[in-house]
């Protein structure tokens, strides 16, 4: 099977600008989780959709959203981007999401001038 | 509120030494354990997981983990380092996962 997929792989966007990631789980994995990873907080759990819905959310602000669609995909948008919204956004998918793996995608490595 | 520690933030070691990787959690819910390895330039790759049972857990690439419950514990360990090993490595717990701060190993040959 593929593994997770992410696009863009690189983006440079300027604050106040906004962006949307992509992410695109293994085939049959229905939930989709996104993580931020900084040096200075590490890896940070975002938010998590199984079928559409979201399911858990992490300590972010509101500038931070998410979906998923019919066939699993899902989007993370940042709005009003800052500097400090400059990191590496992980996706990551399991079959149901409960007590299972999560497999990793590489990455959209965001740089915000 | 879940937490994960990792004493060690960066460990030097040589080729063919043992390696241990101190992983300490605060979890409220069931807990579910894992460890995974970030190799230079590649994505997070899972070692190994404990959900439940054997309280000891093998991995991929001979690295095993000890759940101690009484200790909130979840050591990775490998008999025997090679320079292939150098890679970050998280802990984390949870279903959300909670990721540990990583520790940075360093293989020298």
């Known amino acids: 099977k593929a593994g997770v997929t992410q696009t863009p792989r690189y983006l440079i966007k300027t604050r106040g600008q906004q962006v949307t990631l992509s992410c695109s789980p293994i085939s049959g994995h229905r939930s989709v989780s996104w993580y931020q990873q900084t040096p200075g907080q590490g890896l940070q759990f975002l938010f998590e959709y199984f079928s559409e819905t979201q399911r858990n959310k992490g300590n972010f602000p509101g500038r931070f959203s998410g979906r998923q669609f019919s066939n699993s995909r899902s989007e993370m948008n940042v709005s009003t981007l800052e500097l400090g919204d400059s990191a590496l956004y992980l996706c990551a998918s399991s079959p149901q999401g409960s007590r299972e793996t999560q497999y990793f995608g590489p990455g959209t490595r965001l740089l915000v001038l | 509120a879940q937490s994960v520690s990792q004493h060690n933030h960066h460990v030097i070691l040589s080729e063919a030494a043992s390696l241990e990787l101190g992983c300490n959690y605060s979890?409220?819910?069931?807990?579910?354990l894992f460890w995974y390895v970030q190799y230079p330039g590649q994505h997070l790759q899972l070692l190994l997981k404990?959900?439940?049972?054997?309280?000891l857990v093998k991995g991929i690439k001979g690295f095993e983990a000890e759940f101690i419950k009484s200790k909130f514990s979840f050591n990775l360990r490998k008999p025997s380092v090679q320079w292939s090993d150098t890679a970050e490595y998280f802990c984390a717990v949870g279903r959300a996962l909670t990721f540990g701060s990583g520790t940075r190993l360093q293989v020298q040959p």
């Open positions: 404990y959900f439940s049972g054997d309280p």
């Open positions: 979890y409220g819910g069931t807990v579910n």
